[in-house]
Structures are given as structure tokens and as C-alpha cells.
């Protein structure tokens, strides 16, 4: 049986530290209000000059040195990003640049905070047909250049980060199971970026009303990222077989402790067996998820045959999950 199997994986985050008392100094917050209801201490935020692909292109180098191949081996990149360093060309071209992965095809995925796992639904489909043998799967973020540094409920959610893994199609067992990935466009309003495309371009009135900034309805989304990713963990259960207890470890994308805590709960399954980052880089997007894959790799968490869930929610409206036997 074919399947698409992560060879390496690898991870980067910008040095400078952006705590919950810097913040208390830029808006009316506190570290205990973000701390109760967000879980969420520090992030790391891009310095002047520092850019989305900088970040990829680390966290896609320390990919491609652990799963012990070349950039020249790579026939594919898909970067899930909603920053990326210009809308043309995509991230994934200039990461592809970078990388001299000249036998590569790049695109870019745009679906936010579920941005990796689309990308790793596309991978998987891609291997699995034959299309493609050995692909990067690339989460990368600066969300701190579209933060409002002036909206409180949204300032103190997000960091910047990257993450990379390898894909490469593998006779046997292991491998990706399966991804599932959904959408409801009907919720779009919810968690928005409205300047800057065809229908705002950027002029003074954008900007003066600062439309160039992520706007988010955070209760409202919150309700419904609850639900949306107990169906599609659900939807992955039910398709694999398996039941909550046959789960080694959730990877899940870090947006806020408490939607994680309540995925935990609904799967019975202890909270040392979900792999946590939020603490220290807030949500990074589509980055969370291959970040946190590559910590718990690196740490021994993941090892040969253990069983991998990991589920994303984010903006479009998106969400997405993916089953693995590593
Ligand atoms: N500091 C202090 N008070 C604050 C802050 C802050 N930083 N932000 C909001 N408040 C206040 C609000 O003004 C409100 O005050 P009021 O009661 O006087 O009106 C109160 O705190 C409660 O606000 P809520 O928005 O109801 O707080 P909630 O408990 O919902 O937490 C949060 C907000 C953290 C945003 C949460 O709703 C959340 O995590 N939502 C989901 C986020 C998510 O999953 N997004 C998808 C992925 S992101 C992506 O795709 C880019």
C-alpha cells in the first residue's frame, strides 16, 4: 500500500520575545486576563527586515537535513501562509528560490490557521496518485505586520513562527491515514483581513481605517471552532476506525488553551498527551502545527509507529485533520 510518509521535519521561530507585560505597556490588558483566557505568555515577533520566508526557509532547511535528502530531491513545495512576503510571487516560489530546489513546483495555500493541514491534504493526495515523490509542506507566519497593536482582543493572540516537513511516498503502512478538510465561506466576516485585496486596495482611507489589520470576532469564533473540530476529529475516527484511546498524541493548532482543553476532553485523553507550544509563541497560523510536530519529534514524543492526530480552525471559515502513523 502506498503512502505519503513525513521523513523530517523542522521548525523555526524569530528571537525577539514579545511578553504579556511588554503588552500590558501597549494596551489596557493584563498578563493574567490573556494568561486565563488564552493560555498564552509569550510570542516572538519578526524584527525590521525579517521576513515570512526567512523564517521558511530555516524551518524548511532543518526539514530537509533531518529527512536526510536535498533541496534538488524536492518535485514539490505548498506553503500554508496568510502572510507571505508579497501577494506575487507566492512564498513558496521565493522559498523555492532560496532552497535551489530547481526541480520543485511551488504554490502557496490559503487558508489560515488550517493553511498546513490543507497543504498536507494536497501532499497526501499528491503522492498517493503518483503526481509527486518527495514534497515540502511548508506553515509559515509573520502575523505581527497585520496585528493592530492598538486592538487589544486582538493584539495579545498572535506570533510569528515558521515549520516544515517532509513528505515522501512511501511503500508500507505508515504514513498519513488521512485528511479531511472543510470550510463555511458563509462565516468569512467572522476572522477578516479586509484592505489590501481587489475589492479595498490600498489607499489613505484604508489604511486611516486600518483595514490592513486582522479583525476578529473571538467569541463568536470560538463557539464555532468548538464545534467544527469536535465533528472533523469525529469525521477521522469514524473513517480510520480508531478510537480516542488508540491516540499516542494531538498535535493541534494553537489558538487558545481552552478550545484545546476542550478538544482533549471530548477524546477523554490526559493533557500530557497533547503536544502544547501556546504558552510561548501564541498562534502562529498555519505554523502552529508543524511547529509543534517538530518540537515533539526533536523531544522524543513522537517515535516510529506512534498514532498522530492533528486538527486546525481558522479563517475562510476553515478547518481540517489528519491522521498519521508516523
Ligand atoms: N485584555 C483585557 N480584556 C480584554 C482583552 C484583553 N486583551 N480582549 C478582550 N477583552 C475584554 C472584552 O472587551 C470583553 O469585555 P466586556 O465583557 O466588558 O465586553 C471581555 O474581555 C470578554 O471578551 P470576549 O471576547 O468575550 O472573551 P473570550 O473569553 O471570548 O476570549 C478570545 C477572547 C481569546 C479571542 C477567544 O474568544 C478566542 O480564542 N476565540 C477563538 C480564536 C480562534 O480560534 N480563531 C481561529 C484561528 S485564528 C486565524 O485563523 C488567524
Request: proline share 3%; charged share 25%.
Amino acid at each position: 500500500m502506498i503512502h505519503a510518509r513525513i521523513i523530517g521535519t523542522g521548525s523555526s521561530a524569530p528571537k525577539k520575545v514579545l511578553t504579556n507585560h511588554d503588552l500590558e505597556r501597549m494596551v489596557e490588558t493584563s498578563d493574567a486576563w490573556i494568561m486565563e483566557r488564552t493560555g498564552i505568555k509569550e510570542r516572538r515577533v519578526v524584527e525590521r527586515g525579517q521576513t515570512t520566508s526567512d523564517l521558511a526557509y530555516e524551518a524548511a532547511h532543518r526539514a530537509i537535513k533531518a529527512a536526510g535528502i536535498t533541496a534538488q530531491d524536492l518535485d514539490l513545495i505548498v506553503v500554508g501562509t496568510l502572510t507571505p512576503d508579497t501577494a506575487m510571487p507566492s512564498l513558496g516560489c521565493v522559498l523555492q528560490a532560496r532552497l535551489h530546489a530547481k526541480k520543485a513546483a511551488a504554490f502557496d495555500v490559503y487558508a489560515a490557521c488550517s493553511g498546513f493541514l490543507y497543504g498536507l491534504s494536497i501532499a497526501d493526495a499528491f503522492i498517493r496518485s503518483g503526481m509527486h515523490e518527495t514534497i515540502l509542506v511548508v506553515g509559515a507566519e509573520s502575523l505581527s505586520r497585520f496585528t493592530d497593536w492598538e486592538d487589544r482582543t486582538t493584539c495579545v493572540l498572535f506570533g510569528d513562527g515558521a515549520g516544515a516537513i517532509v513528505v515522501q511516498r512511501h511503500a508500507g503502512k505508515r504514513g498519513i491515514l488521512s485528511t479531511h478538510i472543510h470550510s463555511d465561506g458563509s462565516l468569512g466576516d467572522l476572522l477578516h483581513l479586509p484592505g489590501g485585496g481587489a475589492s479595498h486596495p490600498p489607499t489613505h482611507d484604508t489604511v486611516a481605517k486600518r483595514m490592513h489589520f486582522i479583525k476578529m470576532k473571538g467569541n463568536e469564533t470560538f463557539k464555532v471552532a468548538v464545534r467544527a473540530l469536535e465533528d472533523v476529529v469525529q469525521e477521522t475516527l469514524d473513517h480510520n476506525k480508531v478510537k480516542p484511546e488508540d491516540i499516542d498524541l494531538l498535535v493541534p493548532h494553537q489558538a487558545n488553551l481552552r478550545i484545546i482543553q476542550a478538544m482533549a476532553k471530548r477524546l477523554n485523553m490526559s493533557m500530557d498527551k497533547v503536544v502544547l507550544t501556546i504558552h510561548k509563541y501564541g498562534n502562529t497560523s498555519a505554523a502552529s502545527i508543524p511547529m509543534a510536530l517538530d518540537e515533539a519529534v526533536r523531544d522524543g514524543r513522537i517515535r516510529e509507529n506512534s498514532l498522530i492526530l492533528l486538527e486546525a480552525f481558522g479563517g475562510g471559515l476553515t478547518w481540517a485533520s489528519a491522521l498519521i502513523r508516523w
